[in-house]
């Protein structure tokens, strides 16, 4: 009975702690979606001609790339095992930030402990709000405008320190046209809250 009652206790005190980190992290995501698109998004970007049909020629005029109404924003279902991005990226992990604080705090986020235990994810990505002109784009069957840009966002796990100042993440970012992807960044990235709003470090 005792044994019982501890190990109840125990799954009830580790389902809490699980809840409260992908509550974190869930913020930070969205507060980095936000930024990160700022810090991202050009719109001066040419647009890749769409694939021929029977071999005709397709005139396309790139002179036009007014700036849209809207940019709808695609977002990952899940949340990847950041370790397993680093198996596959190796490279990518490899002396990022040349200012001795973040490159310090970057190697000891990687080799925690906890880096390694945070598993795939779903989340409520319908909660993730985007300042205008962006907007989380959910219904897929719809059609995208032949002209229009769209952006993809999909993210790994946040691992943050332990004192949840500072956070580790690999974000894939695209942007495109119904024909094909246009390019985009893929790399890991640290984050540092501010303002109790998490921004991106870029150098």
Known sequence: MRITYLLLLTLILFGCTDNRYLKIEVAAIQDISNDYIKIKHRRKWLKPPPPSTDNDE???????????????????????????????????????????????????????ERFGKLGYKEYEKKNVTFNEPYQQFVDRKKEVGQYE?????????????????????VIDYKYGWPNG???????????????????????
């Open 58 to 112: 397709i005139q396309i005029d790139f002179e036009t790339s007014e700036d849209q109404d809207e940019y709808k924003v695609f977002l990952s279902d899940a949340l990847i095992p950041i370790s397993q991005v680093k198996e596959d990226n190796q490279w990518m992990f490899d002396k990022l930030y040349e200012t001795p604080k973040f490159d310090s705090i970057f190697n000891s986020i990687t080799n925690s």
């Open 149 to 169: 840009e769209y952006l993809i966002l999909g993210f790994s796990r946040v691992c943050f320190n332990e004192d949840y100042t500072y956070g580790l993440v």
């Open 181 to 203: 992807t246009g390019g985009g960044f893929h790399r890991p990235y640290l984050i540092k809250i501010e303002n109790d709003k998490w921004k991106v470090i870029e150098e």
